[in-house]
T-cell receptor
C-alpha cells in the first residue's frame, strides 16, 4: 500500500466550516497528490506536490488549498466547505524511477459529507 | 488537453467468459502512458496494468491484458476467464508529466463490471 494513511476516513461537516484532510506517508516519496472522486467524473486532480513547500494546482483546485511542510505529510484544506465538495478524497503518491510509468499508489480515501 | 473516454457505464458478463472494457484517449503528446485501475466495492484503487506509448508489445499481467491500438487511440482492457471477484469499477487513465516530474493521471468516467455466476 506504499505506506499511505489518510485521516479521517469519514467526516460530516456543515456548510461554511473549514475542513482539513491529512495524508501521511512513511516511505519518503517526493510526489504526492490529492484527487476527488465523484460519480460520472472518475477521479480528478485537485492539487499536487513535487517536494516540501512545492505545490501546484490541478484541474479542480477552486475552494481548496494544500500545504506540505514536511515530506511525509500533505494536507488538503477546504477553507469554507460547500455541499459541492461532498465527495470521496484520495491521496496518492508516485514512485520514480519506476518500471511501470510512474504509476500512482492510492490511500484508502476519505468520505466527506458537507451538509 | 488530454482526454480519456470510457463509453460503457456498465457491463454484465457470465463467470468464466472473457470481457473487454473499452477506453479511447486523445493527446498531442507523443510520449504518454496508459493505466487501468480497479476499484472494488470496498473503495480502494488497485493498479492493474500499464502501457507506454513506445512499447512495442501489448502489456500483460496475469489474466489482464491491454489491447493497445495506437493509430486508433484505444487501450482496451481484456480480462480472460472472468471471476466473481472481478466485479468492480474499472478506470482507464492517461499520464501527463507535470512540473519537476510529477505524474498527473487523467481518468475516464469508469465502467462498472458485474460478473454473474
Amino acid at each position: 500500500d506504499a505506506g499511505i494513511t489518510q485521516s479521517p476516513r469519514h467526516k460530516v461537516t456543515e456548510t461554511g466550516t473549514p475542513v482539513t484532510l491529512r495524508c501521511h506517508q512513511t516511505e519518503n516519496h517526493r510526489y504526492m497528490y490529492w484527487y476527488r472522486q465523484d460519480p460520472g467524473h472518475g477521479l480528478r486532480l485537485i492539487h499536487y506536490s513535487y517536494g516540501v513547500k512545492d505545490t501546484d494546482k490541478g484541474e479542480v483546485s477552486d475552494g481548496y488549498s494544500v500545504s506540505r511542510s514536511k515530506t511525509e505529510d500533505f494536507l488538503l484544506t477546504l477553507e469554507s466547505a460547500t455541499s459541492s465538495q461532498t465527495s470521496v478524497y484520495f491521496c496518492a503518491i508516485s514512485v520514480t524511477p519506476s518500471g511501470q510509468g510512474g504509476k500512482l499508489f492510492f490511500g484508502s480515501g476519505t468520505q466527506l459529507s458537507v451538509l | 488537453a488530454q482526454k480519456i473516454t470510457q463509453t460503457q457505464p456498465g457491463m454484465f458478463v457470465q463467470e468464466k467468459e472473457a470481457v473487454t472494457l473499452d477506453c479511447t484517449y486523445d493527446t498531442s503528446d507523443p510520449s504518454y502512458g496508459l493505466f487501468w485501475y480497479k476499484q472494488p466495492s470496498s473503495g480502494e484503487m488497485i493498479f492493474l496494468i500499464y502501457q507506454g506509448s513506445y512499447d512495442q508489445q501489448n502489456a500483460t499481467e496475469g489474466r489482464y491484458s491491454l489491447n493497445f491500438q495506437k493509430a486508433r487511440k484505444s487501450a482496451n482492457l481484456v480480462i480472460s476467464a472472468s471471476q466473481l471477484g472481478d466485479s468492480a469499477m474499472y478506470f482507464c487513465a492517461m499520464r501527463e508529466i507535470k512540473i519537476q516530474g510529477a505524474q498527473k493521471l487523467v481518468f475516464g468516467q469508469g465502467t462498472r463490471l458485474t460478473i454473474n455466476p
